[in-house]
């Protein structure tokens, strides 16, 4: 013979007992995660050591200003000129075929070691000399090399 | 001639084509990449994006718009195709603005990204700009942001022709079209039933579930103008989409960390829809329908596509309750289990083992099921194990049995959406069965299938059926041997099949005499016509199905109709071949695979006989006790058993039968007489009130299992989320009982109970948990190989000697009203609630709509008595009353009630009805209650809010009408700006 009833009285487990209970939870996870714990409590010093932990918790706190100031200051139009230019450059420099010019920044290399000791030097090249150096053969190569980049770069799309 | 092998050139390569195929889809089974939005496999061409643009025999032409013909030449690398591609998508990216990685769509499947991605397109040619509206986000369960939407129109088709719900178009005429809601109203005072495939289906974020918003991304928790801010930076810094997509990719990627996606199956309805489920934690972020799932592809209703929140209800019983005079107190497992197992095993001991009662659920799992029989039979030695089905479809089960051998539908969705005629009885399928009646909307509105509803209600089926009869309560049967007297003395019955197929012709012939169409009418209300018509109808149709469900079966004569049913099938030679067959609706996610896995009075699993020594035999054998030969108590005959004093203890699973059982009063002081009351549920419910112990279980959300379908379809579910609390899976339950009664139960897990099953089972031998891995599925009877059979009879019927039985039935004559209780009460469903609404009415967006349950009434009533809207009526029929307010409709009429299932409190309608049953199976005769009614309160509000979908107002029309964008004076079609042809300025 039961009446029908909607009465539940709640298991509460006393304080001690949930206690326990949440700290044999909290030990099995470290024991079971050793290393990774001691590595992070290492961090945590040197976070603390630098005073970063602080600035790193009111930052959290304060997440919603943070991220709002954030994107408005980097939106006003030199930041985001700025930006933007840092993003152009990066897909600049991956154009940039730095292999192939490799040999030739070594020879620019050369040539710059070359001309230091030249400059020490203060007569005057006259125009035949010019012209026979071409018979040089490092100085012919040099002047081919110039001639094609000057084409390269002339050329149209 | 189309279907045809013919020769086709895709870029310079021949290939063997089927002829009149679809070029797109063409090109994409044979790995051409094509790129394409609007698209979507499960909707077909909508031809409104233009990105699919291919050169075909020289001319730029959209390939999701052309079939293939002989010889055709098609490239899709020429510079011009993508010159025009590239145009299209300039002209979507003008409509939708790319924020990616602050978008909560950004998961990978965005089109419109992908798309972008898939083309390398770097820039856009035409800037974005706002469309000039706000954001709708007035409806329960999605938004519409229309700055976002491309117009591609697959949310108007899915809405259209898919769901048929009619409510949503695109208004090509304004200078900004835009997707509109009926005729231009807020989404929440609109038709829209929230099916949600709109969303499904939508390519981007223009339609979105709120329930993903700030929770999906990582950076779309922000308020409006940090996101603004947001958005407009990532556009500043972003000088191509390369980088955009870099970083918006790698967010994707990172919310897979956190995002889980799980297959499982609704639980709302007998459909058997199955979909993913997203879930963040125990935050459910959506569910996403998937292509392949096998009964409902793309599509969902309101209750399973939104309808989880009771999974996360503070209401949830998280601990053990144990009775201590009255109240409960929570408890430890150990206490709870060694008490419910000292209790049992002492009634057992005192008044033996027919003392004590079973019943399973037809809402767990065949697993589940499977273990509480056995819990009754191995462990307690009786048969009195039953489960819900008993209150719907048995009768459905008994008449098929009859006839043609297998109680269970006789082909599958398929079947019935490509048959000629479809004849549904007794069945609001749009509400009860709804991705089921959508696929009858979609036949009838697209490919003229016929369809006759018969019901004593104008619901929506009703609505759109090509004829609509309305005969009296409980004549069915009537009307449908006369109909079938009928097409016998014209000599359309399907003679040869009689002949090979069938037996007891003659017999039958003569008997079924007596259904003269005179008759007929008398009893039926109908005219002669009206049989004559339906007659023609069948006998002009190729192919048949019949579609039933309560209407039919909860009658005193609810198996003789549903026996008459399938004889007018086996007449016209309406089994074994597609789109042929008896379809019994089934109504819980699992009310076939109830019974299927043997929680049966008088069954084994797969239907094996208890009084058969050979099958008795095996299980005894397997199960290493001796078993009862006799069939035990219906749950029905168990309630009368308690009132008698004999069944002292019941076991009940996850079951609110004090609320759905007939005659509940009686069925609730039943319960205050039992002497020991075991309940597994997730809530209090009104049955779990009455409980010596509440053991707490979990929903399908949170454990392993298969469900059985309407179709017979096998499918499995997964665990989305853990177990709250302490509760646990039914299975775990029942094994901790079992155990604590020393049974020696150690199952690892569902897997292992099925692997259990099929050695003891001939219908499902081949079943298997790898079998039936994610979305694939088995339609039994399944062989030791694992094939299944999707139709039945094909080959054969279910009997020794092959043959279906013509069985004759006589009409029971329901007891119907009189002079006192002039009025007839129709019960059933709402598509937006759940049986008694313990699930729905804890989702706060459904109950918003819909918060009561309310009593509707005709107009001439309403008019006779002095009601209106809103007005109080106290109802009482021979067994109680119930109190609520009214709605009048035309729904309903004359003399004719409707009150939705879904209350247990004052409108909780089996209060009214009796205890009287089908005579043949003890399924209530629900549909037969006869009530008085008294004015209590003529003031009041409406129950229902205008805000109901009830009350909007639907557009009909076939596709997205892209007619009307193609006219307008600023559409150019990009193959013709590449061609420099001479467009329209």
Sequence with gaps: MAKATRKVEPLVPSKDEAREKGIEEIEQALAERKDAILELIDLVDRLHESDLLPFISALVNHRDQARSAFFREINRPHNAKFARNVVDFIGFLGTIEFEKMQPFMEKINRGILEADIEEEKDDMISMLQLIKSLKDPEVNRSIRSILAFLRGMGKEE | ???????????????????????????????????????????????????????????????????????????????????????????????????????????????????????????????????????????????????????????????????????????????????????????????????????????????????????????????????????????????????????????????????????????????????????????????????????????????????????????????????????????????????????????????????????????????????????????????????????????????????VGYGGDSGSIDDIATADLVITIGSNTAESHPVLASRIKKAQKLFGQRVIVADIREHEMAERADLFISPRPGSDLVWLSAVTNYIIKQGWHDEKFLKNRVINVEEYFEKIKKFTLDYAEEVTGLSKETMVNIAEEIHRSGSTVICWAMGVTQQKGGSDTSTAISNLLIVTGNYGRHGTGAYPLRGHNNVQGCSDFGSMPNTFPGYQDVQNDEIRKKFEEAWKVDLPGEPGLTNHGMVDAIHDGSLRALYLQGEDMGIVDANANYVQRGFEQLDFFVVQDLFLSRTSEFADVILPAVPSLEKEGTFVNTERRIQRIYPALPTLGDAKPDWEITQMVANELEAGWNYQGPAQIMDEIAKLTPLFAGVSYERLEGYKSLLWPVDEEGVDMPMLYEEEFHFNDGKARLFYVDWTEPTGTNEEYDLHVNSGRLLEHFHEGNMTYKSEGITRKTPFCFIEVSPELAKDRGLKDGSTVRLTSRTGSVKGRVVVTERVKGKELYIPLNDNGDLAVNKLTSSEVDKDTDTPAYKDTAVKMDLLNFEGQSPLPHNNHRFGNRQPQIGIRIGGKWKRDDYVFPGDVVREKDVKR
Excluded at chain 2, 55 to 78: F, K, P, S
Excluded at chain 2, 324 to 340: M, N, P, Q
Aim: glycine share 6%.
């Design chain 2, 1 to 403: 001639m189309s279907g045809e092998m013919v020769r086709v050139i895709v870029n310079g390569t021949e290939y063997q084509a089927s002829e009149g195929q679809n070029i797109l889809q063409f090109l994409n089974a044979e790995d051409v990449n094509v790129p394409a939005i609007c698209f979507h496999e499960s909707l077909g061409p909508i031809e409104s994006c233009d990105t699919c643009i291919v050169e075909v025999d020289g001319e730029l032409q959209r390939a999701c718009g052309m079939e293939l013909e002989a010889d055709m030449e098609i490239n899709t690398q020429h510079e011009d195709v993508h010159k025009a591609q590239d145009l299209a998508m300039d002209q979507i990216l003008h409509k939708h603005e790319l924020y990616c990685t602050v978008c909560d769509y950004n998961n990978g499947r965005c089109a419109i990204h992908n798309t972008v991605a898939e083309m390398q397109k770097e820039h856009q040619q035409i800037a974005f700009k706002e469309k000039g509206y706000n954001i709708d986000d007035s409806g329960s369960f999605y938004r519409y942001d229309p700055n976002q939407c491309i117009l591609c129109g697959r949310c108007v088709e899915v809405c259209q022709d898919v769901e048929v719900n009619e409510t949503l178009t695109i208004d090509w005429e304004r200078k900004q079209p835009r997707v509109l809601w009926d005729n231009d109203v807020p989404i929440d005072e609109s038709s829209c039933v929230n099916c949600g495939q709109c969303v499904t289906v939508c390519p981007c974020n223009a339609l979105m579930e709120k329930s993903m918003i700030k929770e999906a991304g990582y950076l779309t928790d922000v308020e409006q103008g940090t996101l603004r801010s947001m958005i407009d930076f990532t556009k500043n810094v972003e000088s191509g989409f390369g980088p955009l997509f870099a970083i918006s990719d790698t967010e994707a990627e990172m919310r897979e960390d956190r995002i889980e996606k799980t297959k499982t199956v609704c639980t709302y309805c007998g459909v058997g829809c199955s979909f993913d489920v997203w879930t963040k934690g125990r935050h459910i972020l959506k569910v996403q329908p998937q292509p392949e799932a096998p009964a409902n592809g793309i599509s969902t209703c309101v209750k399973g596509k939104f309808g989880w929140d009771y999974v996360n209800s503070e209401e949830r019983l998280t601990k053990p309750l144990i009775r201590h005079g009255d109240t409960f107190k929570e408890a430890e497992w150990d206490e709870a289990i060694s008490y419910v197992g000292k209790r049992l095993k002492e009634i057992h001991a005192e008044s033996g083992p027919d003392a004590l009662g079973f019943i399973a659920s037809s809402k767990a799992t065949n697993e589940e099921s499977y273990l509480v029989q056995k819990l009754a039979r191995q462990v307690f030695g009786t048969n009195n194990v039953d489960n819900c089905s008993r209150y719907c479809q048995s009768p459905a089960t008994k008449g098929l049995f009859r006839t």
